[in-house]
């Protein structure tokens, strides 16, 4: 192995996990902060916490609120309604025309 390239090694490093609950083991640093453990884990305690998605559930809710905004001041921007009932008089026409001519 070549020398000095590996980092120092720490039989006795501690573990504080954020639920307040410590442990030791050896790592490569002295102290590991981490923020679930094996006390606190749904998988390991059988219960289940709720999470709060409030915070998504008001970011998607303002996300809607906007595109329908927007969606109202582009159809009020658009063509007036005497231009789209021009349109629609042609289509009709030949609407009528499809229908006589299959019967």
């Known amino acids: ?3 000095d390239i590996h980092p120092e090694y720490f039989p006795e490093a501690r573990v504080v996990c954020g639920c ?3 442990f030791v ?3 490569t640093k002295q102290l590991i902060k981490t923020d679930i453990c094996s006390a606190c884990h749904p998988f390991f305690t059988g219960e289940q916490r709720i999470v709060d998605t409030a915070g998504q559930v008001e970011r998607y809710m303002r996300r809607l609120e906007k595109r329908e905004e927007i969606g109202k001041t582009v ?3 658009a063509e007036p309604e005497e231009e789209q009932q ?3 008089a042609p289509k009709e026409k030949r609407r009528k025309r499809k229908a006589a001519g299959k019967q």
Do not use: I, R
Request: hydrophobic fraction near 35%.
């Open 1 to 3: 192995m070549k020398k």
């Open 20 to 22: 307040g609950n410590t």
């Open 25 to 27: 083991t050896g790592a």
């Open 75 to 77: 159809a009020s921007a």
């Open 86 to 88: 021009e349109d629609a």
